[in-house]
Protein backbone atom coordinates (compact mmCIF):
# COMPACT_ATOMS: atom_id res chain seq x y z
CA UNK A 1 0.00 0.00 0.00
CA UNK A 2 1.23 3.58 -0.38
CA UNK A 3 1.76 5.47 2.25
CA UNK A 4 -0.90 8.33 0.81
CA UNK A 5 -3.70 5.33 0.44
CA UNK A 6 -2.52 4.22 4.16
CA UNK A 7 -2.82 8.04 5.69
CA UNK A 8 -5.58 8.43 3.15
CA UNK A 9 -7.45 5.34 4.84
CA UNK A 10 -6.47 5.86 8.26
CA UNK A 11 -8.01 9.10 8.22
CA UNK A 12 -11.39 7.58 7.08
CA UNK A 13 -11.49 5.08 9.69
CA UNK A 14 -10.71 7.69 12.46
CA UNK A 15 -13.57 9.68 11.30
CA UNK A 16 -15.68 6.85 10.78
CA UNK A 17 -15.11 5.51 14.37
CA UNK A 18 -15.61 9.26 15.65
CA UNK A 19 -19.12 9.18 14.18
CA UNK A 20 -19.96 6.17 15.96
CA UNK A 21 -18.39 6.61 19.26
CA UNK A 22 -20.64 8.40 21.85
CA UNK A 23 -19.22 11.38 23.67
CA UNK A 24 -17.70 10.22 26.59
CA UNK A 25 -19.81 10.61 29.86
CA UNK A 26 -22.71 11.46 27.48
CA UNK A 27 -25.73 9.14 27.26
CA UNK A 28 -27.04 8.19 23.69
CA UNK A 29 -30.33 9.67 25.15
CA UNK A 30 -28.19 12.56 26.34
CA UNK A 31 -28.77 15.03 23.33
CA UNK A 32 -32.31 14.88 22.78
CA UNK A 33 -33.80 16.98 25.61
CA UNK A 34 -37.21 16.52 24.92
CA UNK A 35 -39.37 14.24 27.07
CA UNK A 36 -39.97 11.36 26.03
CA UNK A 37 -43.40 9.37 25.18
CA UNK A 38 -44.96 7.70 27.83
CA UNK A 39 -42.86 9.77 30.66
CA UNK A 40 -43.98 12.12 33.29
CA UNK A 41 -41.41 14.82 32.81
CA UNK A 42 -40.69 15.44 36.37
CA UNK A 43 -38.15 13.87 38.21
CA UNK A 44 -38.20 11.23 41.18
CA UNK A 45 -36.18 9.75 43.52
CA UNK A 46 -37.01 6.91 45.71
CA UNK A 47 -35.02 5.09 47.97
CA UNK A 48 -34.72 3.58 51.80
CA UNK A 49 -35.94 5.61 54.66
CA UNK A 50 -32.68 5.85 55.69
CA UNK A 51 -31.35 7.78 52.43
CA UNK A 52 -32.55 10.82 53.46
CA UNK A 53 -29.21 12.67 54.47
CA UNK A 54 -28.18 12.97 51.03
CA UNK A 55 -31.51 13.14 48.81
CA UNK A 56 -32.14 16.49 48.55
CA UNK A 57 -28.48 16.83 47.25
CA UNK A 58 -29.45 14.06 44.74
CA UNK A 59 -32.29 16.00 43.70
CA UNK A 60 -30.92 19.04 43.14
CA UNK A 61 -28.57 17.58 41.32
CA UNK A 62 -31.36 15.89 38.90
CA UNK A 63 -32.73 19.69 38.43
CA UNK A 64 -29.34 20.63 37.51
CA UNK A 65 -28.67 18.05 34.52
CA UNK A 66 -26.57 15.17 36.62
CA UNK A 67 -26.58 11.97 35.30
CA UNK A 68 -29.29 9.76 36.94
CA UNK A 69 -27.13 7.19 37.98
CA UNK A 70 -24.30 10.29 39.67
CA UNK A 71 -27.40 11.26 41.41
CA UNK A 72 -27.95 7.96 42.74
CA UNK A 73 -24.08 7.01 43.91
CA UNK A 74 -24.26 10.36 45.29
CA UNK A 75 -26.94 9.37 47.94
CA UNK A 76 -25.41 5.79 48.60
CA UNK A 77 -22.20 7.41 49.02
CA UNK A 78 -23.29 9.98 51.58
CA UNK A 79 -24.63 6.81 53.98
CA UNK A 80 -21.26 5.24 53.03
CA UNK A 81 -19.72 7.77 54.60
CA UNK A 82 -21.47 8.13 58.10
CA UNK A 83 -20.29 6.27 60.91
CA UNK A 84 -23.43 6.18 62.59
CA UNK A 85 -24.87 4.23 59.72
CA UNK A 86 -23.95 0.58 60.90
CA UNK A 87 -25.46 -0.90 57.83
CA UNK A 88 -23.12 0.63 54.55
CA UNK A 89 -19.78 1.22 54.33
CA UNK A 90 -17.20 2.96 57.39
CA UNK A 91 -18.77 1.81 60.48
CA UNK A 92 -20.80 -0.80 58.97
CA UNK A 93 -21.12 -4.01 61.22
CA UNK A 94 -18.54 -6.52 60.28
CA UNK A 95 -18.61 -10.73 59.84
CA UNK A 96 -18.00 -13.41 62.35
CA UNK A 97 -14.29 -12.94 62.24
CA UNK A 98 -14.59 -9.02 63.02
CA UNK A 99 -14.27 -7.55 59.38
CA UNK A 100 -16.04 -5.55 57.05
CA UNK A 101 -17.42 -6.52 53.83
CA UNK A 102 -19.24 -4.27 51.77
CA UNK A 103 -21.36 -5.35 48.61
CA UNK A 104 -22.76 -2.82 45.82
CA UNK A 105 -24.25 -2.45 42.06
CA UNK A 106 -25.24 -0.21 40.13
CA UNK A 107 -27.13 -0.14 36.62
CA UNK A 108 -26.96 2.79 34.44
CA UNK A 109 -30.46 2.73 31.79
CA UNK A 110 -29.64 5.13 29.14
CA UNK A 111 -26.77 3.13 28.07
CA UNK A 112 -27.88 0.21 29.26
CA UNK A 113 -24.54 -0.83 31.28
CA UNK A 114 -23.89 -2.58 34.77
CA UNK A 115 -21.55 -3.03 37.57
CA UNK A 116 -21.01 -4.68 40.52
CA UNK A 117 -18.64 -5.37 43.59
CA UNK A 118 -18.60 -8.06 46.32
CA UNK A 119 -17.01 -9.01 49.52
CA UNK A 120 -14.67 -5.79 49.14
CA UNK A 121 -12.81 -5.06 51.96
CA UNK A 122 -10.44 -1.46 53.35
CA UNK A 123 -12.67 0.17 49.75
CA UNK A 124 -15.42 2.65 51.90
CA UNK A 125 -17.47 3.85 48.55
CA UNK A 126 -18.16 0.54 46.65
CA UNK A 127 -21.45 1.97 45.05
CA UNK A 128 -18.49 4.02 43.54
CA UNK A 129 -16.53 1.20 43.01
CA UNK A 130 -19.21 -0.64 40.88
CA UNK A 131 -19.57 2.08 38.70
CA UNK A 132 -15.60 2.19 38.30
CA UNK A 133 -16.09 -1.28 36.83
CA UNK A 134 -18.77 -0.53 34.84
CA UNK A 135 -16.90 2.21 33.11
CA UNK A 136 -13.65 1.09 33.20
CA UNK A 137 -13.84 -3.03 32.28
CA UNK A 138 -15.41 -5.16 29.72
CA UNK A 139 -16.40 -7.13 32.98
CA UNK A 140 -19.38 -6.86 35.43
CA UNK A 141 -18.47 -8.25 38.64
CA UNK A 142 -15.73 -8.22 40.63
CA UNK A 143 -15.43 -9.92 44.20
CA UNK A 144 -12.67 -9.81 47.06
CA UNK A 145 -8.98 -9.43 46.56
CA UNK A 146 -9.63 -8.63 42.97
CA UNK A 147 -11.50 -5.63 43.47
CA UNK A 148 -9.41 -4.58 46.21
CA UNK A 149 -6.50 -4.45 44.10
CA UNK A 150 -9.34 -3.22 40.97
CA UNK A 151 -9.84 -0.32 43.66
CA UNK A 152 -6.76 0.50 44.41
CA UNK A 153 -5.20 0.84 41.26
CA UNK A 154 -8.05 3.25 40.64
CA UNK A 155 -7.03 5.58 43.44
CA UNK A 156 -9.41 3.86 45.96
CA UNK A 157 -7.90 4.85 49.45
CA UNK A 158 -7.82 1.05 51.46
CA UNK A 159 -9.27 2.07 54.64
CA UNK A 160 -9.78 0.52 57.99
CA UNK A 161 -13.86 0.43 57.70
CA UNK A 162 -14.14 -1.08 61.16
CA UNK A 163 -15.22 2.03 63.55
CA UNK A 164 -14.13 1.71 67.46
CA UNK A 165 -17.90 1.81 68.07
CA UNK A 166 -18.39 -1.06 65.60
CA UNK A 167 -15.77 -3.47 66.61
CA UNK A 168 -17.08 -2.94 70.35
CA UNK A 169 -20.22 -3.77 69.47
CA UNK A 170 -18.62 -7.46 67.88
CA UNK A 171 -16.42 -7.94 70.69
CA UNK A 172 -19.58 -7.78 72.76
CA UNK A 173 -21.36 -10.27 69.95
CA UNK A 174 -17.85 -12.68 70.10
CA UNK A 175 -17.98 -12.80 73.88
CA UNK A 176 -21.44 -13.78 74.67
CA UNK A 177 -23.24 -14.91 71.27
CA UNK A 178 -21.16 -16.58 68.56
CA UNK A 179 -22.74 -19.81 69.53
CA UNK A 180 -25.90 -18.21 67.68
CA UNK A 181 -24.48 -17.68 64.56
CA UNK A 182 -25.15 -18.67 60.70
CA UNK A 183 -23.67 -21.82 60.74
CA UNK A 184 -26.45 -24.67 60.52
CA UNK A 185 -29.46 -25.55 58.71
CA UNK A 186 -31.59 -22.26 57.49
CA UNK A 187 -35.33 -21.56 57.55
CA UNK A 188 -35.46 -23.22 54.21
CA UNK A 189 -34.20 -26.77 55.38
CA UNK A 190 -37.67 -29.27 55.42
CA UNK A 191 -36.52 -30.09 59.36
CA UNK A 192 -36.26 -26.92 60.51
CA UNK A 193 -38.70 -26.23 63.80
CA UNK A 194 -38.99 -22.97 64.86
CA UNK A 195 -37.75 -21.73 68.46
CA UNK A 196 -39.93 -22.18 71.89
CA UNK A 197 -40.86 -19.21 72.62
CA UNK A 198 -40.00 -17.43 75.73
CA UNK A 199 -42.01 -17.57 79.23
CA UNK A 200 -41.60 -17.95 82.43
CA UNK A 201 -37.93 -19.63 83.29
CA UNK A 202 -36.66 -18.85 79.96
CA UNK A 203 -37.47 -15.11 79.99
CA UNK A 204 -35.83 -14.67 83.43
CA UNK A 205 -32.98 -16.65 81.83
CA UNK A 206 -32.80 -14.05 78.95
CA UNK A 207 -33.23 -10.98 81.51
CA UNK A 208 -30.62 -12.74 83.01
CA UNK A 209 -28.59 -12.86 79.88
CA UNK A 210 -28.88 -9.44 79.25
CA UNK A 211 -27.66 -8.02 82.32
CA UNK A 212 -24.62 -10.04 81.52
CA UNK A 213 -24.31 -8.35 78.38
CA UNK A 214 -24.83 -4.86 79.84
CA UNK A 215 -22.01 -5.55 82.27
CA UNK A 216 -19.86 -6.85 79.89
CA UNK A 217 -20.74 -3.85 77.73
CA UNK A 218 -19.58 -1.73 80.35
CA UNK A 219 -16.35 -3.04 81.16
CA UNK A 220 -15.25 -3.10 77.59
CA UNK A 221 -15.64 0.81 77.90
CA UNK A 222 -18.83 1.23 75.47
CA UNK A 223 -20.54 4.43 76.16
CA UNK A 224 -23.42 4.32 78.10
CA UNK A 225 -25.81 6.24 75.56
CA UNK A 226 -24.78 3.28 73.14
CA UNK A 227 -24.73 0.55 75.55
CA UNK A 228 -28.09 -0.55 75.00
CA UNK A 229 -28.11 -0.09 71.00
CA UNK A 230 -24.76 -2.35 71.49
CA UNK A 231 -26.91 -5.22 73.13
CA UNK A 232 -30.16 -4.75 70.59
CA UNK A 233 -27.43 -5.18 67.92
CA UNK A 234 -25.68 -8.43 69.49
CA UNK A 235 -29.31 -9.66 69.89
CA UNK A 236 -30.70 -8.72 67.26
CA UNK A 237 -28.13 -7.99 64.52
CA UNK A 238 -29.39 -5.23 62.14
CA UNK A 239 -29.36 -6.27 57.98
CA UNK A 240 -28.45 -2.94 56.55
CA UNK A 241 -29.13 -1.81 53.10
CA UNK A 242 -29.72 1.36 50.71
CA UNK A 243 -31.22 1.33 47.42
CA UNK A 244 -31.73 4.09 45.03
CA UNK A 245 -33.46 4.57 42.09
CA UNK A 246 -33.39 8.03 40.00
CA UNK A 247 -35.62 9.35 37.34
CA UNK A 248 -34.88 12.85 35.08
CA UNK A 249 -37.01 15.04 33.27
CA UNK A 250 -35.85 12.76 30.35
CA UNK A 251 -37.03 9.75 31.44
CA UNK A 252 -33.37 8.42 32.03
CA UNK A 253 -33.41 6.70 35.02
CA UNK A 254 -30.50 4.36 37.25
CA UNK A 255 -30.69 2.57 40.18
CA UNK A 256 -27.66 1.48 42.53
CA UNK A 257 -27.81 -0.72 45.86
CA UNK A 258 -25.32 -0.26 48.48
CA UNK A 259 -24.71 -2.72 51.66
CA UNK A 260 -22.16 -4.02 54.60
CA UNK A 261 -24.22 -7.01 54.75
CA UNK A 262 -25.72 -9.38 57.56
CA UNK A 263 -23.75 -8.54 60.63
CA UNK A 264 -22.35 -11.35 62.05
CA UNK A 265 -22.06 -13.25 58.83
CA UNK A 266 -19.97 -15.93 57.47
CA UNK A 267 -16.62 -14.27 55.87
CA UNK A 268 -17.39 -14.35 52.19
CA UNK A 269 -21.24 -14.53 52.27
CA UNK A 270 -22.92 -12.70 49.31
CA UNK A 271 -26.50 -11.10 50.03
CA UNK A 272 -28.75 -10.18 47.04
CA UNK A 273 -27.20 -6.62 47.12
CA UNK A 274 -24.38 -6.77 44.70
CA UNK A 275 -26.12 -9.25 42.42
CA UNK A 276 -28.12 -8.04 39.04
CA UNK A 277 -31.69 -8.86 39.17
CA UNK A 278 -31.63 -9.05 42.62
CA UNK A 279 -30.94 -6.17 44.82
CA UNK A 280 -31.17 -4.31 41.58
CA UNK A 281 -32.34 -4.19 38.32
CA UNK A 282 -32.60 -1.39 35.73
CA UNK A 283 -34.06 -1.18 32.69
CA UNK A 284 -35.03 2.08 30.10
CA UNK A 285 -37.86 1.17 28.67
CA UNK A 286 -39.57 -0.38 31.57
CA UNK A 287 -38.08 1.60 35.39
CA UNK A 288 -36.09 0.09 38.05
CA UNK A 289 -36.73 -1.57 41.53
CA UNK A 290 -34.47 -2.50 44.33
CA UNK A 291 -34.65 -4.63 47.92
CA UNK A 292 -33.55 -4.79 51.28
CA UNK A 293 -34.23 -7.28 54.13
CA UNK A 294 -33.71 -11.16 53.08
CA UNK A 295 -31.42 -10.97 50.96
CA UNK A 296 -31.24 -15.16 50.42
CA UNK A 297 -35.05 -14.96 49.92
CA UNK A 298 -34.58 -12.38 47.26
CA UNK A 299 -32.00 -13.92 45.16
CA UNK A 300 -34.35 -17.34 44.45
CA UNK A 301 -36.74 -14.56 43.26
CA UNK A 302 -34.50 -12.96 41.29
CA UNK A 303 -37.04 -9.93 43.02
CA UNK A 304 -35.80 -6.40 41.24
CA UNK A 305 -35.61 -7.89 37.96
CA UNK A 306 -39.37 -10.48 38.15
CA UNK A 307 -40.67 -6.62 39.33
CA UNK A 308 -39.30 -4.60 36.37
CA UNK A 309 -40.68 -7.71 34.18
CA UNK A 310 -43.95 -7.93 35.96
CA UNK A 311 -44.33 -3.89 35.00
CA UNK A 312 -43.31 -4.42 31.13
CA UNK A 313 -46.52 -6.80 30.86
CA UNK A 314 -48.28 -4.03 32.42
CA UNK A 315 -48.49 -4.43 35.89
CA UNK A 316 -48.36 -1.51 38.32
CA UNK A 317 -45.50 -0.92 40.44
CA UNK A 318 -47.52 -1.77 43.84
CA UNK A 319 -49.18 -4.77 41.35
CA UNK A 320 -45.56 -6.51 40.72
CA UNK A 321 -43.92 -5.77 43.59
CA UNK A 322 -46.89 -7.28 45.68
CA UNK A 323 -46.44 -10.41 43.24
CA UNK A 324 -43.07 -11.10 43.94
CA UNK A 325 -43.15 -10.74 47.68
CA UNK A 326 -46.07 -13.76 47.06
CA UNK A 327 -43.50 -15.73 45.18
CA UNK A 328 -41.44 -15.92 48.51
CA UNK A 329 -44.37 -16.30 50.91
CA UNK A 330 -44.99 -19.20 48.31
CA UNK A 331 -41.50 -20.74 48.71
CA UNK A 332 -42.61 -21.39 51.83
CA UNK A 333 -46.16 -22.77 51.91
CA UNK A 334 -47.08 -19.47 52.63
CA UNK A 335 -46.29 -21.07 56.12
CA UNK A 336 -46.34 -18.27 58.37
CA UNK A 337 -44.09 -20.11 61.11
CA UNK A 338 -41.38 -19.56 58.69
CA UNK A 339 -42.52 -16.12 57.16
CA UNK A 340 -42.37 -14.21 60.60
CA UNK A 341 -38.79 -14.61 60.58
CA UNK A 342 -38.41 -12.56 57.30
CA UNK A 343 -38.70 -9.22 56.06
CA UNK A 344 -38.53 -7.69 52.59
CA UNK A 345 -39.15 -4.32 51.04
CA UNK A 346 -38.87 -3.50 47.55
CA UNK A 347 -38.46 -0.04 46.04
CA UNK A 348 -39.95 0.75 42.68
CA UNK A 349 -40.11 3.28 40.14
CA UNK A 350 -41.51 3.44 36.39
CA UNK A 351 -40.12 5.54 33.89
CA UNK A 352 -43.34 7.41 33.67
CA UNK A 353 -42.96 8.46 36.98
CA UNK A 354 -45.08 6.14 38.73
CA UNK A 355 -43.65 4.29 42.09
CA UNK A 356 -44.28 2.36 45.04
CA UNK A 357 -43.25 1.08 47.88
CA UNK A 358 -44.03 -2.75 48.84
CA UNK A 359 -43.33 -4.58 51.95
CA UNK A 360 -43.73 -8.12 52.94
CA UNK A 361 -44.46 -7.26 57.09
CA UNK A 362 -46.20 -3.65 57.26
CA UNK A 363 -44.70 -3.16 60.86
CA UNK A 364 -46.20 -1.23 63.65
CA UNK A 365 -48.39 1.57 63.49
CA UNK A 366 -45.30 3.20 65.85
CA UNK A 367 -42.94 1.83 63.47
CA UNK A 368 -44.44 0.65 59.80
CA UNK A 369 -42.47 -0.21 56.66
CA UNK A 370 -41.34 2.46 55.05
CA UNK A 371 -39.64 4.17 52.56
CA UNK A 372 -37.88 7.90 51.25
CA UNK A 373 -39.65 9.81 48.08
CA UNK A 374 -38.33 13.12 46.52
CA UNK A 375 -40.57 14.48 43.14
CA UNK A 376 -40.09 17.95 44.15
CA UNK A 377 -40.84 17.48 48.00
CA UNK A 378 -39.27 14.83 50.09
CA UNK A 379 -41.45 12.74 51.94
CA UNK A 380 -41.04 9.53 53.91
CA UNK A 381 -44.35 7.14 52.81
CA UNK A 382 -45.89 4.04 54.97
CA UNK A 383 -44.99 0.90 52.30
CA UNK A 384 -48.27 -1.19 50.77
CA UNK A 385 -47.63 -4.92 53.35
CA UNK A 386 -48.23 -8.31 51.33
CA UNK A 387 -49.00 -9.46 55.24
CA UNK A 388 -50.02 -7.25 58.19
CA UNK A 389 -48.24 -7.28 61.51
CA UNK A 390 -44.39 -7.30 62.17
CA UNK A 391 -41.79 -9.70 61.17
CA UNK A 392 -40.53 -11.83 64.52
CA UNK A 393 -37.22 -10.99 65.94
CA UNK A 394 -35.89 -14.13 67.64
CA UNK A 395 -35.36 -14.23 70.44
CA UNK A 396 -37.85 -11.69 71.95
CA UNK A 397 -35.73 -8.55 73.47
CA UNK A 398 -36.70 -8.29 77.13
CA UNK A 399 -36.34 -5.15 78.72
CA UNK A 400 -32.93 -4.05 79.17
CA UNK A 401 -31.70 -3.07 83.07
CA UNK A 402 -31.40 0.69 83.36
Known amino acids: MKRREFISG ?3 SAAALAVAAPVKGQSPAASNTSVRRGTSGKSVIICKHTGTQGMGRGYEMLMNGADTLDAAIHICQVQEDDPNDQSVGYGG ?3 EDGEVELDSCCMHGPTRRAGSV ?3 RNIKNVARLART ?3 RTGHVMLVAEGAHKFAIAHGFPHENLLTER ?5 LLWKE ?10 GLADPNWKAPAELSGSAAQAMNVHVARLAETAAEMGIEPEWRREAIAQVLHPPTGTIHVSALNARGEISGATTTSGLSWKIAGRLGDSPILGAGCWTDQD ?10 EENIKVVGAHTIVELMRQGKSPQEAGLEALRRIARNYNNDMNKLRFLDMIYYILRVDGEY ?4 LWSGTAARPARFAVHDGKQRIEKCVALFQGTSVEWPPIPKLPA
Open 10 to 12: AAA
Open 93 to 95: LPN
Open 118 to 120: GGV
Open 133 to 135: VME
Open 166 to 170: SRKTW
Open 176 to 185: SMSDRDWWGP
Open 286 to 295: VGSAGATGSG
Open 356 to 359: AGVS
